[in-house]
């Protein structure tokens, strides 16, 4: 009986996290989707190539995470503008075609193939200068 609980009780836990309420959704619509475009855009006027930045929402599902997320865009746009100033800065920052924006242990930058993966663990983000440390070595 007790293990029948622990069950119930554990998909009730994924069922619930996994379900984007209507403030997750209204985060998602008005705060990170226009965070990542406008990211693209800086991105691609000062580094001159394409990113496409995507967010995680099985996992980046809360209003704490979303926001993280869209930091992270943000802290991109603004980091491209500041940073894509000479050939050799944008040809490191250009290998990226892809970021991937998710939640997983431990907080942190990684690049492989043309895609990065920045990582929140719920209470720290990845920075832009994770992202600059690994991109231009």
């Known amino acids: 009986m007790q293990h029948r609980f622990l069950i119930v009780a554990a998909l009730l836990t994924v069922s619930l996290t996994a379900v984007a309420g ?16 406008s990211a693209e855009a800086k991105f691609k006027s000062s580094c001159g190539c394409s990113l496409t930045i995507t967010v995680d929402e099985t996992t980046m599902n ?28 944008k040809k490191a920052l250009c290998q990226m075609k892809k ?29 832009w200068q994770q992202i600059t440390k690994v991109l231009d070595k």
């Open 22 to 37: 209507k403030l997750e959704r209204d985060t998602m619509t008005k705060t990170v989707q226009p965070a990542v475009a």
């Open 99 to 127: 970021l991937e924006i998710l939640k997983r242990k431990p907080c942190e930058f990684t690049f492989k193939d043309g895609v990065g993966q920045c990582t929140s663990d719920g209470n720290m983000r990845c920075a």
């Open 62 to 89: 809360t209003r704490d995470l979303l926001f993280q997320a869209a930091a992270v865009a943000n802290d991109v746009g603004e980091g491209a503008e500041k940073y894509c100033t000479d050939g050799p800065s």
